[in-house]
T-cell receptor, first 111, second 114 residues
Framework: DAKTTQPPSMDCAEGRAANLPCNHS???????VYWYRQIHSQGPQYIIH???NNETNEMASLIITEDRKSSTLILPHATLRDTAVYYC????????????FGKGTMLLVSP | DSGVTQTPKHLITATGQRVTLRCSPR?????VYWYQQSLDQGLQFLIQ???????AKGNILERFSAQQFPDLHSELNLSSLELGDSALYFC?????????????FGPGTRLTVL
């Protein structure tokens, strides 16, 4: 799986959009970008994933650059409950591929 | 609530002992994954089972073993415990063949080795 680079921490004001960047410059053509988050000491939670098109679900939006070397996870209206560590993971879309977690980005949402 | 259950929630034991952590996957999920999260190593994949068979191995020590039973629940056995084995142990499950292969994580078991 390709390596990812994320900032160690970010701050966001409640109600504002949180934009979390991820660099994956060595991504290969069959690898997807996945985002998970982990609220303090809880099990990680799936957020969203994509290949090359932008994706949106009820939790977030994922913007992938045209060259696929980087992506941004957008939480449109951050709440205090969005405070968590966010992990960007690049993996092959296979039932047998596993998740390799890096250090992620600690997002702190403040009132 | 992810639908994945893990027992016990907390476990305190001594060095040299053996413990068993239990995981029940979501209904219908055939794949079970085990992860270890410690302060210095972060979240690491240990092992994966699919329908009773081992499918992938990560950074699992030889002192650790796992199995998945016919009813699809899984157990992680940790033996000859050392202080460094103190960590959060997560189980996750997924549906093989699900195109999204989303993994659903349980609440974890916090193991403290004294």
């Amino acid at each position: 799986d390709a390596k990812t680079t994320q900032p160690p921490s970010m701050d966001c004001a409640e109600g504002r959009a949180a934009n979390l960047p991820c660099n994956h410059s060595t991504i290969s053509g069959n690898e997807y970008v996945y985002w998970y988050r982990q609220i303090h000491s809880q099990g990680p939670q799936y957020i969203i994933h994509g290949l090359k098109n932008n994706e949106t679900n009820e939790m977030a939006s994922l913007i992938i650059t045209e060259d696929r070397k980087s992506s941004t996870l957008i939480l449109p209206h951050a709440t205090l409950r969005d405070t968590a560590v966010y992990y960007c993971i690049v993996r092959v879309h296979s039932g047998y591929s596993t998740l390799t977690f890096g250090k992620g980005t600690m997002l702190l949402v403040s009132p | 609530d992810s639908g994945v259950t893990q027992t016990p929630k907390h476990l305190i034991t001594a060095t040299g002992q053996r413990v068993t952590l239990r995981c029940s996957p979501r209904s219908g999920d055939l794949s079970v994954y085990w992860y270890q999260q410690s302060l210095d190593q972060g979240l690491q994949f240990l092992i994966q089972y699919y329908n009773g068979e081992e499918r992938a191995k990560g950074n699992i020590l030889e002192r650790f073993s796992a199995q998945q039973f016919p009813d699809l629940h899984s157990e992680l056995n940790l033996s000859s415990l050392e202080l460094g084995d103190s960590a959060l142990y997560f189980c996750a499950s997924s549906v093989m063949g699900d195109p999204y292969n989303e993994q659903f994580f349980g609440p974890g078991t916090r193991l403290t080795v004294l």
